[in-house]
T-cell receptor, first 115, second 117 residues
Framework: AQSVTQPDIHITVSEGASLELRCNYS??????LFWYVQSPGQGLQLLLK??????LVQGIKGFEAEFKRSQSSFNLRKPSVHWSDAAEYFC?????????????FGTGTRLQVTL | KAGVTQTPRYLIKTRGQQVTLSCSPI?????VSWYQQTPGQGLQFLFE???????NKGNFPGRFSGRQFSNSRSEMNVSTLELGDSALYLC????????????????FGEGSWLTVV
């Protein structure tokens, strides 16, 4: 069974500082990997995804993530955080085979941005 | 192009009642999935429909059911509501889901907030 661990429940960074949100997954092969962001009272917005190819993936809003097979990780990064980035971030994995077309989510990391 | 549309956005129900939530996927998308989000359990997969057939189901009781229509619109129903069913219910759509092996981006709607009192 697939699983996702986001070890940081809450992170606070200053505006303009760099950000890295950690995500580790457990899956028998290379999964599909996603990062979503959720603002209070809202649904999930896709930031980026990894399906195959280049392990460094660029997303929206200046975010990027790097897939590291050896570490089973898919960490999300942003070089300079803006106050509007304050939200909850979810990492998710999806299986590549079979009919298990579902996403398994981590517990999320809440990002607070100080001015 | 319109995104995933969920209705209603907010609703309050009484224990024992039933509720039906609706989801209109992005035009052309044939896979619709449903997720429940609660503070305690996080985001959990309910079920996925593809071409009117349930293709995958999560670990939820039989009170939770769904269906998909020929136009890909989907509904989920929860019968005999319990207080613990209070949650944000999210609908997600994609061209064909992930089971095809090629991978399809999955887009989420704004969700339906259900409060059971």
């Amino acid at each position: 069974a697939q699983s996702v661990t986001q070890p940081d429940i809450h992170i606070t960074v200053s505006e303009g500082a760099s950000l890295e949100l950690r995500c580790n997954y457990s899956y028998g092969a290379t999964p599909y990997l996603f990062w979503y962001v959720q603002s209070p009272g809202q649904g999930l917005q896709l930031l980026l995804k990894y399906f195959s190819g280049d392990t460094l993936v660029q997303g929206i809003k200046g975010f990027e993530a790097e897939f590291k097979r050896s570490q089973s990780s898919f960490n999300l990064r942003k070089p300079s955080v803006h106050w509007s980035d304050a939200a909850e971030y979810f990492c998710a994995v999806g299986a590549r085979s079979g009919t298990a077309s579902k996403l398994t989510f981590g517990t999320g990391t809440r990002l607070q941005v100080t001015l | 192009k319109a995104g995933v549309t969920q209705t209603p956005r907010y609703l309050i129900k009484t224990r024992g009642q039933q509720v039906t939530l609706s989801c209109s996927p992005i035009s052309g998308h044939r896979s619709v999935s449903w997720y429940q989000q609660t503070p305690g359990q996080g985001l959990q997969f309910l079920f996925e429909y593809f071409s009117e057939t349930q293709r995958n189901k999560g670990n939820f009781p039989g009170r939770f059911s769904g269906r998909q229509f020929s136009n890909s619109r989907s509904e989920m129903n929860v019968s005999t509501l319990e207080l613990g069913d209070s949650a944000l219910y999210l609908c997600a759509s994609s061209l064909a889901g992930l089971a095809t092996g090629s991978g399809n981006t999955i887009y989420f709607g704004e969700g339906s907030w259900l409060t059971v009192v």
